[in-house]
């Protein structure tokens, strides 16, 4: 239990430490993963129905910026995972947090297929838009990059026969490669790119109208609470792996 003769702040901080506890992170996800689950298929669902259906078609693209809805989410998914794996390299070099480099082996395999259909989805876009399946933009290059550094750090986890010797050599790539992400942002401001620039901006408004924007969000999120109940799926079975594994290794 929490102890409330703490100061809040101090109670949230301890609370959090308290998830570096594999055991205590096994009891967390067990509980919230239901909710999760369930709250990505219905996010999803409405999103998906909502844009491919109901929402408008482009005057330019016409029907095939449907495509969006599942692409544009797949991109700020694959920068936003490999952030979180980089974020896991720190916490295992600095601080030798418990259970960073085992989220780390498992957010790479999810990071990498979501990466991947980034491109793929990008590619069915790009056919009608700019009539071929890939140039070799700033942005899609960019991005393939990052799906090398996925494929690397997933290679350099099995690479040794000391497993803590892959864990740190994958976490030294996950935080060299994180220079790769203001790249991916920024690419189509700093180059001239046949990518479109950034639907949405801290400074400007969205270049996107509302009809579009809202199946857009729910899409988004659908597929960001997807990724975390891979992940903690993945997770929960990993540590449950190591706990057995454990077991039979007192016996």
């Known amino acids: 239990m929490t102890d409330t003769s703490l100061p809040p702040q101090q109670q949230s901080r301890f609370n959090i430490h308290?998830?570096?506890?594999?055991?205590?992170?096994?009891?967390?996800a067990t509980i919230i993963q239901p909710w999760i689950n369930v709250s990505a298929a219905l996010c999803l669902v409405i999103g998906l129905v909502w844009g491919l259906f109901y929402s408008p078609a482009d005057w330019q693209q016409g029907d095939?910026?449907?495509?969006?809805?599942?692409?544009?989410?797949?991109?700020?998914?694959?920068?936003?995972?490999?952030?979180?794996?980089?974020?896991?390299?720190?916490?295992?070099?600095?601080?030798?947090?418990?259970?960073?480099?085992?989220?780390?082996?498992?957010?790479g395999p999810v990071g990498a297929v979501?990466?991947?259909l980034c491109l793929i989805t990008g590619s069915l876009w790009g056919k009608p838009m700019w009539g071929t399946w890939w140039v070799w933009d700033a942005r899609l290059t960019s991005v393939l990059v990052l799906f090398f550094l996925y494929l690397?750090?997933?290679?350099?986890?099995?690479?040794?026969?000391?497993?803590q010797k892959g864990y740190k050599a994958a976490a030294i790539l996950a935080l060299v490669g994180v220079f790769d992400l203001p790249i991916i942002k920024f690419s189509v401001n700093?180059?001239?790119?046949l990518h479109q620039p950034s639907t949405f901006s801290?400074?400007?408004?969205?270049s996107m109208s509302f009809s579009m924007m809202w199946p857009l969000f729910f899409c988004?999120?659908?597929?960001?609470?997807?990724?975390?109940?891979?992940?903690?799926?993945?997770?929960?079975?990993?540590i449950l792996e190591r706990q057995i594994r454990h077991i039979l290794l007192n016996e």
Not at 152 to 162: R, Y
């Open 114 to 116: 979501i990466t991947a």
């Open 202 to 206: 801290l400074t400007h408004a969205p």
């Open 152 to 163: 690397g750090h997933i290679t350099l986890l099995h690479a040794f026969d000391d497993q």
């Open 190 to 193: 700093w180059w001239n790119t």
């Open 220 to 238: 988004f999120a659908g597929l960001a609470l997807g990724f975390i109940a891979l992940v903690c799926i993945r997770l929960r079975t990993a």
């Open 18 to 28: 308290r998830l570096a506890n594999p055991g205590f992170f096994l009891r967390f």
């Open 64 to 107: 095939s910026v449907r495509i969006m809805y599942i692409h544009v989410p797949m991109a700020i998914l694959a920068s936003g995972g490999y952030f979180a794996l980089a974020v896991c390299a720190l916490c295992s070099l600095i601080w030798k947090h418990p259970l960073a480099d085992l989220a780390a082996e498992e957010i």
